[in-house]
């Protein structure tokens, strides 16, 4: 049920606060949303104590944001270079979190003069995750070739033993192909139970923007490989009837 006394006190207090009477208001605020608490301070212009009270916010996008605005009045007021690193840090967050920031960023005054050095952050750090990105890859490379070449070794050792107790040709390359067979997925298990727990690792460093966007990204590039194969496989279907024609 809509409580019309209630609405009218706390749009009589947002107004109040925002026309510089904050003393009565502010805990009732905070209280209610920190995050409204620090804009207000920034509004007021109270930085110091806006930027004190943005460390306890959470991991968000707008937090990263109202960051990014007391860390670069501290630093104008100081001419603290790394608050200023800061500042900068915190507003690349705030874009990768949601791109539109960068458009409000671009017309703000509190951070246009940032913008650029926000943006070199963003692209050092998708360098950084390209790189990673590609040297997990060779490495994965190399760890398929190393289990090849000790499957293969499996299989003639297992095919050795078995001709030794009786085994036919036939049988003990069954048999040696098999044990191979068995010790690539025993691998491949690892490998996959490997790559959770570094996932889980970082994700736990992770926020749950972050998060949601990572598993997104994956279901969209699983799709794409669902349709990439189901288009390979149609493909070949048509090959193969052409053929028989």
């Known amino acids: 049920r809509f409580d019309e006394s209630e609405y009218l006190h706390r ?38 104590l806006a930027w004190e009270k943005a460390q306890k916010l959470d991991d968000s996008a707008d937090a ?13 007021s100081t001419d603290d270079f ?16 949601n791109p539109a920031y960068e458009k409000l960023a671009a017309i703000d005054g509190d951070v246009l003069k940032i913008l650029p050095y926000a943006q070199n952050f963003i692209a050092e750090i998708k360098e950084k995750e390209r790189f990673e990105a590609l040297a997990a890859a060779e490495e994965a490379d190399l760890e398929s070739a190393q289990i090849e070449m000790e499957a293969e070794d499996i299989a003639l050792q297992a095919k050795s033993d078995a001709m030794d107790m009786g085994a036919t040709e036939e049988e003990a390359t069954a048999i040696g192909q098999k044990a191979a067979q068995e010790y690539r997925e025993q691998k491949a298990k690892e490998r996959e139970e490997r790559l959770a727990a570094e996932k889980n690792r970082r994700r736990s460093t992770k926020t749950a923007e972050e998060i949601a966007e990572e598993e997104e990204a994956e279901r969209i590039a699983a799709e794409e490989a669902a349709a990439e194969e189901r288009a390979a496989a149609a493909k070949a279907a048509a090959g193969n009837a052409a053929t028989k024609k």
């Open 11 to 48: 749009v009589g207090l947002y107004l109040r606060a925002l026309l510089g009477d904050y003393e009565d208001g502010l805990a009732e605020i905070a209280a209610e949303r920190p995050m409204n608490e620090v804009a207000l301070l920034l509004e007021w212009e109270q930085d110091a």
């Open 64 to 76: 990263f944001y109202l960051r990014a605005i007391a860390a670069r009045r501290m630093a104008d």
């Open 82 to 97: 790394a608050m200023q690193d800061m500042a900068s840090e915190n507003l690349a967050r705030a874009i990768m979190l």
